[in-house]
């Protein structure tokens, strides 16, 4: 860590900078410029990083050197992980083909969307049992109802199921019936949430928050891993921007900068990022060909009736024309989209 | 709400259009443009602004007449709320005065803070017992403890306590020991945490999240009053913005745009807006002259040890001078500084 | 064009109204809803674009039906434009391979770098000669110097030169020497500059500023487009955002946004997108995958001596290497990367 | 500056940088801390901030120590500097108030308009004859014409006139009418403008860019300061946001920010902040209380025949009662309107 002294800080002010990082175990470099003077701070980083060094009188500024997680790094874990979902791989190479509709509506809906998306090349499905919906009055998912209803679907497909938590007191549950647990964009810096996902054994798709930098988003990954956890997998689906034309703003070059700073897999959502099927397929492909470790998509039958978020879904053809193209391209550079784990299809 | 057809839209399209919105029990009123056709939908809005209306094939926009929200507009309550802090009054020309440390922490330093941010005028005490820190290795505040020695503090000064809820398992815990309850910026959208909250009986001080619209804001105070609380208190703490000389962006106008749509008081944090103590008495004072309902105020005596945030703390000493600008401007507004309730100072 | 008055216009303001949209050549449609009258205005919405009509007592939203630009939009040319660049194709199917140093150095280095980008399969070179430097104490180009340096290049390689313009008068002398001219992002509303380019015959490449909508983009190349120049390619390369780990934001979307609303071709430039050598190819074959008509990279071979923006430029090795993959990408995608005009290759 | 090397850069590396930066001129002093090198630079950091230190093989980090602009900061000039334009003063405890059309318009309602903001208190006033409209089919202006009208009712009211120069070729006819030249949003990057206008004497009104940094914003005029003109008047006029609720985002903490860095003045326009008249008094208020040296706002007796701009107009009595709070306001705050140059009133 580096402090960058006040121009014009006082001898005292010196002194009393270093006498604090003393005081904190490690030691002091100074080195004194032609206008400020420089205070290297050496020893164990991470021992420090939350002191407020800051408030010292006389510093102007502190400059971190180390990145402020430690179990997402590329230091901790050099080689891109790769999480098993009930069979199907994501990260390494293998692309993660996750396909659905928002919530979790009727069986046979469900039933018809599954075989639809399955059939298309899709390896894991989703859909919601707790929708976090931004107005009370709308439509908040079936409960432990649609658990039970996806649950069966998965089983009857063949294909691991992804549900989003929202409620620490239901991750349990969740846990109990998903493949794999989503926490969604709003729940990113919900840290006790984020918490009691660790201390499962599931693997968790964490969402990028709408106002949180590629490191904020290693560091919710962070509470979760720090908790035994370290079945991750990062997803991009849209931060806040200033076009009305897209409901969020697609950062396509965070696939590549997650992977310049952690092993962590990293899958697109260009659903959520956009909000407009008439946008979404370029930018699935925009994601794969950046390097993304998957996809994730909203589907749905009939979007008109939807029970959430019809407006930004595809059609089961619209989604079937799209994953033969990921497919093409996947094999252009070199990745494989993990087959369902077992031979239902 | 008004839905805007696609240029070309057929006329399949514009009866099956007319259909649904007859389906969904409104009357639907077209108006045939030059460029293309408008269908007003006659009726209670309330009833289907969450239907997927822009996924009916031919539909090109959606066009909203209402605001989303009920309970929160100033249709439900055309006067200025005035929310009652176990006897200190925010809102309708009283302004409320929060100030403290962002944790709390030992007794001596509590009791030194919270003596010399009344004796400044401060009306309301603030300290964090749960804290929703961005790191899972920095200290996550006292817990219980914290909570039993923040109403130890309120008890001995005469101040009524704010603190945070981060987790829907803490609220009656909270809520035994708090005055006022306080949902932080990263919370704002966890919608399960404002449904736990709005079922107490205690007055919420919401903080509006980084990457929220002031319609968002509103939501999430909906949520809270949909479950019969009427006690919420809106503060702007600054949203995400792209100069890093500033922690956040402090949304000003956010102030007086509340005020044009809602009933319920609307308070500043300038010490989360901008996390430079430089800056934070210009920000202050700014907001009060905008018309806020109270001010938010991190004070600490020694930063450079604080638990939490201390490089943005105000010292005591500054924190006086600034309530004595904030009585003056008050007065010149003609607004009151709601005293303590009961004679102890 | 619609107006949604307020709730509780007055029967006079609604009289008024209409009386004012009569007064425009219009006519009015009234739609009296459960809560609010909304006016449908039937004519030419071109004619009354720019009225102040939400200044009209009553009115509070006015909601335009149609977009703003015409010669820019896909009804004035349903099919996508190809730009014809001294040879070179860019758009419906071609792709625009644009590479070189942000600014015109010295021949020899000149000579190499063009040498090896044409190698890489390259079909425009670009440098700029006049440099918006956000210092003034900053390099700004070299000037009349830099552009006969420039048609030098182009001529012995056999590649046609885009370079910048930042100066309205300079414009003719630019388009002397210039095969395509740029509008950098930082003159995307120098809407004077506009006027002068679209009053010449050369190609313009025109950026899309960092806080400028995909609308405000299409609004300045419709400044081009009216003054009879009609050979307009667009450039994403990056807006504004909140993260500082890249230089900006870099829009993939706005590549088949772009393509939803206007038939002008679009590329991207990820070197000023992200501002990161290690990001940069990676968000080239987003940009590709995503349907762009082009590419615009910067390479130097010796970066850390470049007069400008040294550390984002890419290595000929690399940019070579990246060429190979997006010639690769071009073809999955059945299109050509279109050839140099003459066989000096 | 410190230079932040890359972790496990070669001894190579470290001998390049260190003999790079003793090219340049400057002395290198190393630093080896626990897991990473910092070298940091002494000597006249102005002479090689334009170097691409970044681009040097093993550097991962450049951090400046100074800011970029000389003449424009508090070093060059530690008192608060006082504009004068034609006898009104901005700055240093003195507000300019100006006011005025958008757009000049026809004689009379320029004379009404001015006798009315002249009578409540403005002493500068304000309106466009060169109009940077996003629209080419939008009004673009009077032009000359519009400058002599604005030149006479200047006269006729004993009122200094602003108004705003859009190209290059037009600054000295701009320079002969107006008594202060005004550099809009969309050209604060401009920088040949920026040029020409600091070869002029005039003072300079200039506004801030939508995605301008306050550093972006003092370095622009420092273009105009390294040109010899010393009077240049900043202006905060909101910066883009997310909630469309609001035209801009009024960014009021930009004026103590500048405050702690230059010297130069800066006044708020609360009008293109907000584009709405509602938010407009309560902004200008907030602005005043932040401690602006002047508001900028737009009047008009008639808005919606408006020119340009009518919809975010304050009205002339909306203008006089808000003028009343601002006095009030100054008062408190012991700052002086600066009176008219004549005792024309």
């Known amino acids: 860590m580096i402090l960058i002294l006040k121009t014009g800080a006082s001898e005292d002010q010196v002194a009393h900078v270093i006498a604090r990082v003393e005081e904190l175990g490690m030691r002091a470099h100074l080195s004194r410029g032609t206008y400020r003077t420089i205070v290297g701070i050496i020893g164990d980083e991470n021992r420090i990083r939350e002191e407020p060094l800051r408030a010292i009188p006389g510093v102007a500024e502190v400059v971190p050197v180390l990145p402020p997680y430690k179990l997402a790094s590329l230091d901790a874990h050099p080689e891109p992980s790769v999480v098993d979902v009930s069979g199907v791989k994501i990260g390494g190479g293998n692309l ?49 109802d ?47 949430l984020l918490t009691e996902v660790g201390r499962t054994n599931r693997p968790v798709l964490l969402k990028r928050g709408m106002s949180a930098t590629v490191t904020d988003l290693l560091m919710s990954a962070e509470y979760v891993l720090s908790q035994g956890n370290p079945n991750v997998v990062l997803c991009e689906r849209g931060v806040k921007g200033f076009d009305p034309a897209t409901r969020n703003l697609f950062d396509v070059s965070a696939v590549p900068l997650v992977q310049t700073l952690s092993h ?44 959430s978020d019809g407006p930004q879904a595809l059609l089961p053809d619209q989604y079937r024309e799209l994953a033969a193209k990921i497919r093409q391209m996947a094999e252009l550079l070199g990745k494989t989209i993990s087959p369902l784990p077992q031979a239902l299809t």
Do not use: W
């Open 264 to 307: 962590l897999p990293i899958i697109v959502d260009p659903s959520h990022a956009t909000g407009r099927p008439d946008l979404i397929p370029a930018c699935a492909l925009a994601g794969v060909a950046a390097g993304a470790d998957g996809v994730h998509i909203e589907v749905h039958d009939c979007p008109e009736v939807a029970k």
């Open 146 to 192: 649609g658990l039970k209803l996806l649950r069966d679907v998965g089983d009857r497909f063949g294909m691991p199921v992804v549900t989003e938590v929202t409620d620490v007191r239901c991750v349990d549950l969740v846990a109990r019936y998903a493949d794999m647990i989503q926490i969604g964009a709003r729940n990113m810096q919900n840290f006790v």
């Open 96 to 144: 993660g083909m996750i396909a659905g509709p928002c919530s979790v509506e009727d069986e046979d809906r469900m039933f018809r969307i599954a075989r639809s998306v399955r059939d298309a090349g899709a390896n894991l499905f989703r859909g919601g049992a707790y929708k976090p919906r931004t107005s009370p009055y709308a439509f908040q998912g079936l409960g432990e």
